[in-house]
């Protein structure tokens, strides 16, 4: 993998502001590659926009974590993770400050990336990549895009996104319905999907991609993805035709899926999720509902460990250690089969077709040492089941937050010290403000 990232440094220079557009676009290097672009001008474009999307994916999965009181981040050099984020005291979320500007700068940078790629394989010849070539790269750039823009609008909801544009075309207004920018999403892979039909798929991509690198794995990730944005639009139908058309296997391997692939190789990014057990500077450690919360029993209380000593910052305690990374190595989920079930059974319950959902939530429930549902077979009830197994299945995987709000449910999360919040959405960044 290290190989296809370290080649990207150079374009990865070409810095993104929030809104997208990215400098000198017109410098003799950017014209090259969308004029006349070689074969490797287009693999470095492949390669930057999906190393790219690991850039600030810690402070986006720590933000949202925080908020959702899944975890507590101390740090020496960072206070805000338990004042800003946590609404501590007096303090507010600051809509010009690292939390919300990086990761969602990153993201446009990555979209702004995959328009160059689309405006380069519009003048690439014949020789350089096949018209069924030429489709997959198409059909990647604008399922990333779908995705990168679903990151931002989870983060903002209400407050706003734009919906992005191609390279030189007028910015359009901020959107406040994040329904009609999540539609925006599902209108971007909807034509990923059908520019990644009947294609030939090139490019190289990392083993985060393992299983899914040609046209129909590819496919399958950009409908496992927009299974997830129906999810979030209620469309219980679309979800589950999605779900289909997708890696769903309602008996697989829940770890199946596809990820973000880091390493400690030189000129690669390694994962600064992982932080090594009982530490006393930098530490993520649960927070203590995940615990009093789960089940007995229930082998997720495996994705954090015992600390010898707890750990403590700003009122604060914690004494279980985030698992679920094991070194500076380990992936971090895109998406994968787990979800997928739980989708499945969240369609399922709002569509009415309880013994369905009833035997998905089972699937889970067993593959992690708890008896088969024996509770009510109502709607509430299953919505309920639902829920916890998605709060502990999809720990720290940047859902829980997203689903308390979706279900109206940011009122129970937990407020450990008598003066936080629990916010509902951060603020739009201030440069957007300003246009």
């Given at each position: 993998?290290?190989k296809?990232?370290?080649?990207?440094?150079?374009l990865?220079?070409?810095?993104?502001?929030?809104?997208?557009?990215i400098n000198?676009l017109?410098t003799?290097v950017?014209?090259?590659?969308?004029?006349?672009p070689?074969?490797?001008?287009l693999?470095?474009?492949?390669?930057?926009?999906?190393?790219g999307m690991?850039?600030?994916?810690?402070?986006?999965?720590?933000?949202?974590g925080?908020?959702?009181r899944?975890?507590?981040?101390f740090?020496?050099?960072?206070?805000?993770?338990?004042?800003?984020?946590?609404?501590?005291?007096?303090k507010?979320?600051?809509n010009?400050?690292f939390?919300?500007?990086?990761p969602?700068?990153s993201?446009?940078?990555?979209i702004?990336q995959c328009?160059?790629?689309?405006?380069?394989?519009?003048?690439?010849?014949?020789?350089?990549?096949?018209?069924?070539?030429?489709k997959a790269?198409?059909?990647?750039a604008?399922?990333l895009?779908?995705y990168?823009l679903l990151?931002?609008?989870n983060?903002?909801d209400?407050?706003?996104?734009?919906?992005?544009v191609?390279t030189g075309?007028t910015?359009?207004?901020?959107?406040?319905?994040?329904?009609?920018?999540?539609?925006?999403v599902?209108?971007?892979?909807?034509d990923g999907k059908?520019d990644l039909?009947g294609?030939e798929?090139m490019?190289?991509?990392?083993?985060?991609?393992l299983?899914?690198?040609?046209a129909?794995?590819?496919i399958?990730?950009?409908?496992?993805?927009?299974?997830?944005?129906?999810?979030y639009?209620?469309?219980?139908a679309?979800?589950?035709?999605?779900?289909?058309?997708?890696?769903f296997d309602?008996n697989?391997?829940f770890?199946?899926?596809?990820?973000?692939?880091?390493s400690?190789?030189?000129?690669?990014?390694?994962?600064?999720?992982?932080l090594?057990?009982?530490g006393?500077?930098?530490v993520?450690?649960?927070?203590?509902?995940?615990?009093?919360?789960i089940?007995?029993g229930d082998?997720?209380?495996?994705?954090t460990a015992?600390r010898?000593?707890s750990a403590?910052?700003?009122?604060?305690?914690?004494?279980?250690d985030?698992?679920?990374?094991?070194s500076?190595?380990?992936?971090v989920s895109?998406i994968?089969?787990e979800?997928?079930?739980l989708?499945?059974?969240?369609?399922?319950?709002?569509?009415?077709?309880?013994?369905?959902?009833?035997v998905?939530?089972?699937?889970i429930?067993?593959?992690?040492?708890?008896?088969?549902y024996?509770?009510?077979?109502?709607?509430?009830?299953?919505?309920?089941e639902?829920?916890?197994?998605?709060r502990?299945s999809?720990?720290?995987?940047?859902?829980?937050?997203?689903?308390?709000?979706?279900?109206?449910?940011?009122g129970?999360l937990?407020?450990?010290?008598?003066?936080d919040?629990?916010w509902?959405r951060?603020?739009?960044p201030?440069?957007?403000s300003?246009?």
């Amino acid at each position: 993998m290290n190989k296809y990232f370290a080649a990207f440094i150079i374009l990865l220079s070409f810095s993104a502001c929030q809104k997208g557009e990215i400098n000198s676009l017109n410098t003799p290097v950017v014209d090259g590659i969308t004029a006349n672009p070689t074969r490797s001008d287009l693999f470095n474009l492949v390669t930057g926009a999906e190393s790219g999307m690991r850039n600030n994916l810690a402070v986006y999965l720590d933000g949202t974590g925080v908020i959702g009181r899944e975890i507590y981040r101390f740090s020496g050099a960072e206070p805000r993770y338990t004042t800003d984020l946590l609404g501590g005291g007096t303090k507010r979320l600051d809509n010009n400050t690292f939390y919300i500007t990086n990761p969602w700068g990153s993201r446009y940078q990555v979209i702004r990336q995959c328009f160059i790629l689309l405006d380069a394989i519009k003048n690439t010849q014949t020789a350089i990549a096949s018209d069924a070539q030429k489709k997959a790269f198409t059909g990647f750039a604008k399922t990333l895009i779908g995705y990168q823009l679903l990151l931002n609008i989870n983060m903002t909801d209400s407050n706003g996104a734009r919906i992005p544009v191609a390279t030189g075309a007028t910015l359009g207004p901020v959107i406040t319905d994040p329904g009609v920018v999540m539609d925006s999403v599902l209108k971007f892979l909807d034509d990923g999907k059908a520019d990644l039909t009947g294609s030939e798929v090139m490019f190289p991509l990392s083993d985060g991609f393992l299983g899914f690198k040609d046209a129909a794995g590819l496919i399958k990730f950009n409908r496992a993805l927009a299974a997830r944005v129906y999810t979030y639009r209620k469309n219980w139908a679309a979800a589950l035709t999605a779900l289909n058309e997708s890696f769903f296997d309602l008996n697989g391997a829940f770890a199946t899926g596809v990820y973000h692939a880091f390493s400690t190789n030189g000129g690669d990014l390694a994962n600064t999720m992982y932080l090594a057990p009982n530490g006393n500077g930098e530490v993520r450690v649960a927070n203590p509902s995940f615990v009093n919360d789960i089940i007995a029993g229930d082998d997720r209380i495996n994705k954090t460990a015992l600390r010898t000593s707890s750990a403590s910052q700003s009122g604060l305690t914690g004494n279980r250690d985030l698992t679920i990374w094991n070194s500076l190595n380990s992936s971090v989920s895109i998406i994968r089969n787990e979800e997928l079930i739980l989708i499945y059974a969240e369609a399922k319950i709002q569509t009415g077709a309880f013994p369905d959902a009833i035997v998905a939530l089972n699937r889970i429930r067993t593959a992690h040492n708890l008896p088969s549902y024996a509770g009510a077979i109502t709607t509430a009830a299953l919505l309920t089941e639902l829920l916890y197994n998605r709060r502990y299945s999809l720990f720290m995987e940047g859902h829980w937050w997203i689903d308390a709000r979706r279900y109206g449910l940011l009122g129970t999360l937990p407020k450990d010290r008598p003066d936080d919040d629990v916010w509902p959405r951060y603020p739009l960044p201030q440069n957007e403000s300003n246009i």
